[in-house]
C-alpha cells in the first residue's frame, strides 16, 4: 500500500513538472524578443487622375463606284425634249423648231478624289414652217432669170406653206462631282455638269441652221435643272446624321466584364465624346468617307449610365489611320493586392524543404506603394532547430520590389527584389542562420506574388469582341465586317491606394457599300 502510493505520488509530480516545462516553453515562445526596427521612409503618391482612357473607332465607308453608276442610270431621265427660238425669221414663218433627245448608259470612273458620271446623246432637231413673203419674191425673181421675166406670173405667186427639215444631234454628257463633306453633318457634291454636241448644220432655204447653237443651250438648261435637283436632295439628305446618331447611342453603353478570383465584378464604361471624319476620296474603284468616334472608356465596380449627347458638329480631320482602339484601364485596390501576396506567402516556412537550421514562417504581408517601388513588409518568426527547445524570435523584414507587366504571359510581377537596409537590425534578433533564409522569400515573391491578368483579358476582350460584333451587318448591297483581334497589357500605374492597369483593344471596322437605295 506505502509503495502503491509513492508510485503514485511520483507519477503526479512528474506530470506537473512536465506540464510546468512545456508552460515555460510556452510562454518564452510568447515572451520572445521581437525585433522594433523602423520601416523605411515612404514616399507618398499623389492621387490617380479619373480612371479614364482615350479610344477611338475609325470606320472607312467605302461606296463601290459601280454602285452610284447603278443608282445614277436609274434615277436619271433617259429622254431629253424642247423647243427653239427661230434663228431665221426673215426667211421662215410660222416656224417650229423642235429637239429630242435619248441618252444611252452611263459610265462612272473616278480619279484624284474627282467621280465623273458620262453618256452618250442621240436625237434630232426638227424644223416645220412656211416661206416668208420676202424668201416668195426672190424665189419668183431666180424663176423670171431662167424662164424668162413674165414666167413667174404665167405660172402664179408661189407659195410654199410647209417646209419640214431635220438634222441629227449627237454628242454627250459629263458630269463631275468634288464631294466634300460640311460640319453639319450634310454632305455637299459640287456637281459640274458639260455638255458636247458634234458640229451639225440644217439648211433652211438656202440658209444654214446650225444645229448645235440651236439646240445646246436648252439641253444645257435642262441638264442644269436636273443637276441642281440632285443637288439639293443629296445636300439636304438627312441620312448621315440619323445613322450616325443610331451608332452613337450604340456606342454609348456600359459592357459587363466578368470578375476573376478576388476582383470584384467590372464594367467598362464607353461614353463618345467626338464624332471625326476625314475628306471623302475618290479612286476607281470607290468613293470612300472615314467616319469615326473618340470615346472615353472607363473600368467601374459598378454598373453606370453614361450620358452621350450627340454633337450638332462633326469634327473634320485630317485623313488618319483606321481601326478600332479601346483603353480599359483596370484599378485593383492594393487591399487586394495584399490578399494575393498574404495566399500565397503568409504560413509557408523556409527553407520550404526544411534543410536549414532555422525554420521562418511568414505570419503576415502589408504592401505599400512608394515611388516607383512597392515596400513588402514581411512579419516572419525564425525558430532555431539545433536545441530540443526551439526558440525563435519575431521580426519583421521589409522587401523592395517593383511592379512590372509581363506583356507576353499578361501577368503583373515582382522585378528587381531587394532588402531594405533597414532589415538589418531584425537579423541581430533572427541571427544569421535566420537571414540566409532571405535569398529563399525573395525567390517565393518573385515566383508566387504574380497577378494574373489573363482572366481578365481574356473577359475584357470578349466582351468588348462582342459589343463591336453588334455592328456587324450583311445585307442587300451593304456589309460590315467588325471584329476584335487582341488586346494587350500597355501600362501600369499606381497610388497609395490604387493599382491601375491599363489595357489596350485592338480590331478593325469596315462599312462596304455595293448598293444605294436612293440618290
Known sequence: MRLALNFKTILIAVAVLAASFFISLKAMDWLSPRATNSAPPVAQLPPLPPASKSSIVVAPVAIAISAIREQAEKAAPRNFAGKADNPISQILENADIGWSAVRGPMAAAGDK??????????????????????????????????????????????????????????????????????????????????????????????????????????????????????????????????????????????????????????????????????????????????????????????PSKPDCPFPDKISIVPPTGTGVSIGVPIDVPFTEINKLIAAQMVGHTYPEDGSGPVDVTVKSVNVVPSGDRLLISLLVRAKEKKSWLGL?????????????????????????????????????????AARAVVPQMQQALVQKATLDLKPIAANARE?????????????????????????????????????????????????????????
Open 113 to 302: 478624289d474627282v467621280l465623273t458620271i458620262s453618256t452618250p446623246l442621240s436625237g434630232k432637231l426638227n424644223v416645220t414652217g412656211s416661206l416668208s413673203a420676202k424668201a416668195t419674191g426672190a424665189l419668183g425673181d431666180a424663176l423670171g432669170s431662167v424662164l424668162g421675166g413674165d414666167a413667174a406670173k404665167r405660172i402664179g405667186a408661189v407659195n410654199i406653206k410647209n417646209l419640214n427639215a431635220s438634222a441629227e444631234i449627237k454628242g454627250n454628257v459629263i458630269v463631275t462631282s468634288r464631294p466634300k463633306l460640311a460640319a453639319n453633318w450634310h454632305l455637299e457634291p459640287n456637281l459640274g455638269a458639260q455638255v458636247n454636241l458634234g458640229d451639225t448644220n440644217l439648211n433652211v432655204s438656202g440658209a444654214k441652221v446650225n444645229v448645235p447653237a440651236q439646240v445646246k443651250p436648252l439641253i444645257d438648261k435642262n441638264v442644269g435643272e436636273q443637276i441642281n435637283i440632285v443637288s439639293e436632295r443629296i445636300r439636304n439628305d438627312p441620312s448621315l446624321r440619323e445613322n450616325a446618331e443610331l451608332q452613337w447611342a450604340k456606342a454609348c453603353r456600359t459592357i459587363p466584364l466578368q470578375g476573376s478570383g478576388s476582383l470584384p465584378p467590372l464594367w467598362l464604361e464607353m461614353k463618345p465624346t467626338r464624332a471625326i471624319a476625314a475628306q471623302p476620296r475618290v479612286d476607281a474603284q470607290n468613293v470612300t468617307l472615314l467616319l469615326g468616334l473618340e470615346l472615353e472608356t472607363r473600368v467601374t465596380s459598378t
Open 463 to 519: 466582351k468588348i469582341a462582342a459589343a463591336i460584333a453588334d455592328y456587324q451587318k450583311s445585307e442587300d448591297g451593304l456589309k460590315v465586317d467588325a471584329k476584335i483581334d487582341s488586346l494587350t497589357l500597355a501600362d501600369i500605374a499606381f497610388d497609395s491606394k490604387t493599382l491601375r492597369v491599363v489595357a489596350e483593344a485592338g480590331g478593325s471596322l469596315n462599312v462596304y457599300v455595293t448598293k444605294l437605295s436612293g440618290m
Open 392 to 432: 525563435g524570435a519575431e521580426a519583421t523584414v521589409h522587401i523592395w520590389g517593383r511592379p512590372m507587366l509581363d506583356q507576353a504571359q499578361q501577368t503583373l510581377r515582382l522585378a528587381d527584389i531587394q532588402l531594405a537596409v533597414e532589415s538589418e537590425a531584425a537579423f541581430g534578433l533572427l541571427g544569421a
